[in-house]
T-cell receptor
Framework: GAVVSQHPSRVICKSGTSVKIECRSLDFQATTMFWYRQFPKQSLMLMATSNEGSKATYEQGVEKDKFLINHASLTLSTLTVTSAHPEDSSFYIC???????????FGPGTRLTVT | AQSVTQLGSHVSVSEGALVLLRCNYS??????LFWYVQYPNQGLQLLLKYTSAATLVKGINGFEAEFKKSETSFHLTKPSAHMSDAAEYFCAVSEGGGNKLTFGTGTQLKVEL
């Protein structure tokens, strides 16, 4: 149980285009999902917390207009990187909240490369 | 505010030797503490967690960790390293069991023959 998937696993896009990453909880409902960014050889940095049916809460320094988050259902959250630039290249990981507030189940991550 | 410090960004051990990965935390309220493992290009897998019950916590793959409040530590150990343990390990803290996790900078474990 508690499986989280991400799609795509890898994506390469041209500078200026937008990319959408999906995060799904496959066997449970998640009212809260989290989006993290991980630079090479570094830790995970929380970008935003999304709650089903409401606006996401972004961490300080994260541009909400550039990283659009939608949590339209209890099993799906999407992250759209708009007008991507090479500096947006990174590993993006989502997680879904479990029954307890401290529980998070992580997806396998999406490697974004912007050329 | 909560924070985590992982001493040693790289740790190398011989196969069969003791594994010790260090984690110290800072939290203004009783913490919940976690160890995660990450293999290359994959997400995080929970190894074990401390949620204010027993201070010695046993996890998967033979790992365990001990919560020591006096030392604000939650070090991860395994008696005998296996080649498959080579990975990146992250310690994380949640203040009072809330949903915001703060991660340490990670420790890359290398296991040598």
């Amino acid at each position: 149980g508690a499986v989280v998937s991400q799609h795509p696993s890898r994506v390469i896009c041209k500078s200026g285009t937008s990319v959408k990453i999906e995060c799904r909880s496959l066997d449970f409902q998640a009212t809260t999902m989290f989006w993290y960014r991980q630079f090479p050889k570094q830790s995970l940095m929380l970008m935003a917390t999304s709650n089903e049916g409401s606006k996401a809460t972004y961490e300080q320094g994260v541009e909400k207009d550039k990283f659009l988050i939608n949590h339209a259902s209890l099993t799906l959250s999407t992250l759209t990187v708009t007008s991507a630039h090479p500096e947006d290249s990174s590993f993006y990981i989502c997680s879904a909240g479990g029954r307890h507030s401290y529980e998070q189940y992580f997806g396998p991550g999406t490697r974004l490369t912007v050329t | 505010a909560q924070s985590v410090t992982q001493l040693g960004s790289h740790v190398s051990v011989s196969e069969g030797a003791l594994v010790l990965l260090r984690c110290n935390y800072s939290s203004s309220v009783p913490p919940y503490l976690f160890w995660y493992v990450q293999y290359p290009n994959q997400g995080l897998q929970l190894l074990l967690k401390y949620t204010s019950a027993a201070t010695l916590v046993k996890g998967i793959n033979g790992f365990e960790a001990e919560f020591k409040k006096s030392e604000t530590s939650f070090h991860l150990t395994k008696p005998s390293a296996h080649m498959s343990d080579a990975a990146e390990y992250f310690c994380a803290v949640s203040e009072g069991g809330g949903n915001k996790l703060t991660f340490g900078t990670g420790t890359q474990l290398k296991v040598e023959l």
